[in-house]
């Protein structure tokens, strides 16, 4: 004998049910003769009046309303929910060309198991760009990429002006409008940096001291860092105004005034004496170790005012490039780590960093085309 098909029941059936079953235990008859009746269980009953008992048919229908409305929000909060972590994923990076989002959409795709028309929607992709064939990138186009991001790598904090500049140096041919292409399309980028607060005070103007031949004015400036146990390098810059050669960076955990004098003798026998000294009113420039030094030397003083850094421009210059360019990604271990890493950094800086006061020309460059067009004049 087969079993009785099991039948689902609407809550306006199930309402009309239970009013028949009430009228029928008012008369007097048992539950079970009324479950028999309306071909129920007596648990379903029981369920029945708990979930539905005291609602009309209205009220019922109301109910189911809300019921499939509560059915389509929560759907709609998990395709929301669905659509936000998809987000997140491919936030990581930018995507703001099409072959970019072309690949977020088949990833999308493969990770989360959605339809391409739900992935092209999360991340602002028509879906017929997503259709074409990606545009295939010609060799020499893809090796200046492959330059551009090696280059980016090296000098994270050199813009895209500086990697044209550097690829013409390398013997491409091209010009910044397609070198800024590329940057901006591989999205490469140089961080933002905080904006400092605008100095101002009266001073001595920065032109009032301008050299007009090297070996004239060196600037000098204090420098600090902490190695990764904490312990502080000191370290002594020393820059010429006109060519802007840093002849050099000592470091040590601390610099007095006779260290000062050390490092001068030292530079006087490579390059010469200069003719002035350009630094601020700390106590080992002030000190008597080198007042005696200037005056046996024949070398003349320019003391900026106090509290005024912007009177010696070219060195604050230097120190702000030097530490956004080495200082602020680096972590040494120890003093010798420091001493190496730094005089590596001063040598690129003099050999390979362009400025565009000098022509685009690096500091070594300038000082050596000088002395070929200006030293036989002077001699």
Same mark, same amino acid.
């Given at each position: 004998?087969?079993?009785?098909?099991?039948?689902?029941?609407?809550?306006?059936?199930?309402?009309?049910?239970?009013?028949?079953?009430?009228?029928?235990?008012?008369?007097?008859?048992?539950?079970?003769?009324?479950?028999?009746?309306?071909?129920?269980?007596?648990?379903?009953?029981?369920?029945? @009046?708990?979930?539905?008992? *005291?609602?009309?048919?209205?009220?019922? &229908? /109301?109910? !189911?309303? $809300?019921? #499939?409305?509560?059915?389509?929000?929560?759907?709609?909060?998990?395709?929301?929910?669905?659509?936000?972590?998809?987000?997140?994923?491919?936030?990581?990076?930018?995507?703001?060309?099409?072959?970019?989002?072309?690949?977020?959409?088949?990833?999308?795709?493969?990770?989360?198991?959605?339809?391409?028309?739900?992935?092209?929607?999360?991340?602002?992709?028509?879906?017929?760009?997503?259709?074409?064939?990606?545009?295939?990138?010609?060799?020499?186009?893809?090796?200046?990429?492959?330059?551009?991001?090696?280059?980016?790598?090296?000098?994270?904090?050199?813009?895209?002006?500086?990697?044209?500049?550097?690829?013409?140096?390398?013997?491409?041919?091209?010009?910044?409008?397609?070198?800024?292409? @590329?940057?901006?399309?591989? *999205?490469?980028?140089?961080?933002?940096? &905080? /904006?400092? !607060?605008? $100095?101002? #005070?009266?001073?001595?103007?920065?032109?009032?001291?301008?050299?007009?031949?090297?070996?004239?004015?060196?600037?000098?400036?204090?420098?600090?860092?902490?190695?990764?146990?904490?312990?502080?390098?000191?370290?002594?810059?020393?820059?010429?105004?006109?060519?802007?050669?840093?002849?050099?960076?000592?470091?040590?955990?601390?610099?007095?005034?006779?260290?000062?004098?050390?490092?001068?003798?030292?530079?006087?026998?490579?390059?010469?004496?200069?003719?002035?000294?350009?630094?601020?009113?700390?106590?080992?420039?002030?000190?008597?170790?080198?007042?005696?030094?200037?005056?046996?030397?024949?070398?003349?003083?320019?003391?900026?005012?106090?509290?005024?850094?912007?009177?010696?421009?070219?060195?604050?210059?230097?120190? *702000?490039?030097?530490?956004?360019?080495?200082?602020?990604?680096?972590?040494?271990?120890?003093?010798?780590?420091?001493?190496?890493?730094?005089?590596?950094?001063?040598?690129?800086?003099?050999?390979?960093?362009?400025?565009?006061?000098?022509?685009?020309?690096?500091?070594?460059?300038?000082?050596?085309?000088?002395?070929?067009?200006?030293?036989?004049?002077?001699?």
């Amino acid at each position: 004998m087969m079993s009785k098909k099991r039948r689902r029941h609407t809550p306006e059936q199930i309402i009309r049910k239970l009013a028949e079953g009430n009228k029928l235990l008012s008369a007097g008859q048992d539950l079970d003769e009324v479950c028999r009746h309306l071909e129920i269980a007596e648990s379903t009953w029981h369920r029945w @009046l708990a979930q539905y008992g *005291g609602m009309k048919a209205n009220d019922a &229908k /109301r109910l !189911k309303e $809300l019921e #499939g409305e509560n059915a389509r929000l929560k759907k709609l909060v998990a395709n929301q929910a669905l659509d936000i972590d998809m987000l997140r994923e491919v936030a990581k990076g930018g995507i703001l060309t099409p072959n970019r989002k072309r690949r977020a959409v088949m990833m999308l795709r493969e990770r989360f198991g959605v339809s391409e028309r739900q992935a092209c929607k999360a991340v602002g992709q028509p879906r017929s760009t997503q259709r074409l064939p990606a545009r295939v990138v010609p060799d020499d186009e893809q090796l200046l990429v492959e330059f551009l991001i090696k280059f980016s790598k090296q000098r994270p904090r050199w813009g895209w002006r500086r990697a044209a500049k550097a690829a013409r140096r390398d013997g491409w041919d091209v010009n910044d409008k397609r070198v800024k292409r @590329l940057w901006r399309l591989h *999205g490469l980028r140089v961080p933002a940096k &905080k /904006r400092k !607060k605008r $100095l101002s #005070g009266i001073g001595t103007q920065i032109g009032a001291m301008s050299p007009i031949r090297p070996n004239v004015l060196w600037a000098l400036d204090f420098q600090f860092d902490t190695t990764i146990d904490g312990r502080t390098l000191k370290m002594l810059n020393v820059i010429d105004e006109f060519t802007r050669e840093c002849h050099a960076i000592d470091v040590h955990r601390s610099i007095d005034a006779d260290g000062v004098v050390n490092v001068l003798d030292r530079l006087a026998a490579e390059h010469g004496f200069p003719i002035y000294l350009r630094f601020d009113n700390g106590g080992e420039f002030i000190a008597q170790a080198v007042a005696d030094w200037c005056r046996f030397n024949s070398v003349n003083t320019i003391f900026i005012d106090p509290g005024s850094p912007w009177q010696n421009a070219w060195i604050e210059s230097f120190n *702000g490039r030097f530490r956004d360019e080495l200082l602020n990604g680096w972590h040494f271990d120890s003093l010798l780590e420091a001493r190496v890493i730094i005089e590596d950094h001063r040598i690129d800086y003099n050999m390979n960093r362009p400025h565009t006061a000098h022509g685009d020309l690096t500091p070594t460059e300038f000082a050596t085309k000088w002395k070929t067009e200006h030293q036989p004049q002077v001699a």
